[in-house]
T-cell receptor, first 112, second 115 residues
Framework: QQQVKQSPQSLIVQKGGISIINCAYE??????FPWYQQFPGKGPALLIA?????SEKKEGRFTISFNKSAKQFSLHIMDSQPGDSATYFC???????????FGKGTLLTVNP | DTAVSQTPKYLVTQMGNDKSIKCEQN?????MYWYKQDSKKFLKIMFS???????INETVPNRFSPKSPDKAHLNLHINSLELGDSAVYFC??????????????FGPGTRLLVL
C-alpha cells in the first residue's frame, strides 16, 4: 500500500523554467510534509517542509503548496537551474514515532 | 566535520556471506534510522532506534539485525546475504526532543553489491 503517491517520475525543464512535482497522501494522520533533494551518490537532504496549518511555504526559489481537503501537496521550483538537477522526494509523517513515508521520487533534469 | 557518517562506503561480497555496516552521528541526536534505497531509487525505512530502544521495525527479513550500542551509533548486520539485498543503505538521525523533531539528516550511504 503506497501511502504517498508522487508524480511525475521524471521531469525535464529548461533553464529558467518552473518545475512542478506533485504528491498525494491517504493517511489523514499525517501532519508533517517535507521535501528531500538527493544528488547522485549522496544521501537525501531536507529541502523544505510544511505543516497542514498553512497552505503555502516559500524559501527562496522553492515553494510548497498544500491542499488539505484534497490531501495533496506540491513543490514548485522557480527559475530552475542546471544545479537543481537531482531526485526529489516528497514524504509525510504523523504520530508519535515520526516515521517518514516517502514518495517514489522524481528525477529532475534542468537543461542549460 | 561529518554529521552522519557510514562505513564502508562500498561493499562488494558474495552470496551467503555475513556483513556489517556502521553508522555514527555527531549531532547529539537521540534517534537513528536505517533505510534501504533500491535500484529504482525507492526509499524505505527498515528500523529506528530512540535512545537505544527499537521503535520502528518494518517488515524486514530477520537476516537483518540492527544494533545500537549508544545514542550516537547504529549498526546493521546482515546474515546470509542474497542477491536482492543489493541496494544503497542509508543511515539517518533526528532529534525527537528538538524543535524540528521530524527532520532527518542522512548519511552518504553504503552501496552494497551482492554477487
Amino acid at each position: 500500500q503506497q501511502q504517498v503517491k508522487q508524480s511525475p517520475q521524471s521531469l525535464i525543464v529548461q533553464k529558467g523554467g518552473i518545475s512542478i512535482i506533485n504528491c498525494a497522501y491517504e493517511n489523514t494522520a499525517f501532519d508533517y510534509f517535507p521535501w528531500y533533494q538527493q544528488f547522485p551518490g549522496k544521501g537525501p537532504a531536507l529541502l523544505i517542509a510544511i505543516r497542514p496549518d498553512v497552505s503555502e511555504k516559500k524559501e527562496g526559489r522553492f515553494t510548497i503548496s498544500f491542499n488539505k481537503s484534497a490531501k495533496q501537496f506540491s513543490l514548485h521550483i522557480m527559475d530552475s537551474q542546471p544545479g537543481d538537477s537531482a531526485t526529489y522526494f516528497c514524504a509525510a509523517s504523523g504520530g508519535s514515532n515520526y516515521k517518514l513515508t516517502f514518495g517514489k521520487g522524481t528525477l529532475l533534469t534542468v537543461n542549460p | 566535520d561529518t554529521a552522519v557518517s557510514q562505513t564502508p562506503k562500498y561493499l562488494v561480497t558474495q552470496m551467503g556471506n555475513d556483513k556489517s555496516i556502521k553508522c555514527e552521528q555527531n549531532l547529539g541526536h537521540d534517534t537513528m534510522y536505517w533505510y534501504k534505497q533500491d535500484s529504482k531509487k525507492f526509499l524505505k525505512i527498515m528500523f529506528s532506534y530512540n535512545n537505544k530502544e527499537l521503535i520502528i521495525n518494518e517488515t524486514v527479513p530477520n537476516r537483518f539485525s540492527p544494533k545500537s550500542p549508544d545514542k550516537a551509533h547504529l549498526n546493521l548486520h546482515i546474515n546470509s546475504l542474497e542477491l536482492g539485498d543489493s541496494a544503497v543503505y542509508f543511515c539517518a538521525s533526528s532529534n525527537r526532543r528538538g524543535g524540528e523533531k521530524e527532520t532527518q539528516y542522512f548519511g552518504p550511504g553504503t552501496r552494497l553489491l551482492v554477487l
